[in-house]
């Protein structure tokens, strides 16, 4: 998977897919499953969570949270080309780096 956290990604398949690529914005991943490829991306795919009434939750009731997304829905959104992308992967001076296949830049790892 050369998706990680904190990566930024457009949404390109599901009921979260905008109508036109004029109107896609990307979206931070918060979470990454590699076993099940699956990630977690933010403000998409939200499903309700009823819960019992505890300590933590006095009154109960249902909570809203995002589900997981498979990986093939995303693209990793490169900054010179302000869009989704497809990437490749060069080795350069021992490191493996991710690129873009439509510029050729390379994408970089955000922190946080």
């Known amino acids: 998977m050369l998706i990680r956290k904190n ?3 457009v ?3 599901g009921d979260d897919r905008p109508a036109e690529w ?3 914005r990307p979206r931070r991943v918060l979470k990454t499953e590699r076993k099940k490829n699956r990630l977690y991306v933010e403000g998409v795919n939200f499903v ?3 819960v019992r ?3 933590k939750n006095p009154q109960g009731g249902r909570i809203q949270k995002e589900a997981p997304l498979q990986v093939s829905n995303v693209m990793l ?3 010179s ?3 989704g992308v ?3 992967r060069k080795v350069e001076n021992g490191k493996r780096i991710r690129v873009c296949r439509k510029c050729g830049k390379e994408i970089p790892v955000r922190g946080g």
């Open 22 to 24: 004029a109107g896609m």
């Open 11 to 13: 949404v390109i398949a």
């Open 77 to 79: 959104w490169c900054d």
């Open 7 to 9: 990566d930024l990604v």
């Open 48 to 50: 309700w969570r009823h």
């Open 53 to 55: 009434r505890s300590q």
């Open 86 to 88: 497809r990437v490749a």
């Open 81 to 83: 080309c302000g869009r």
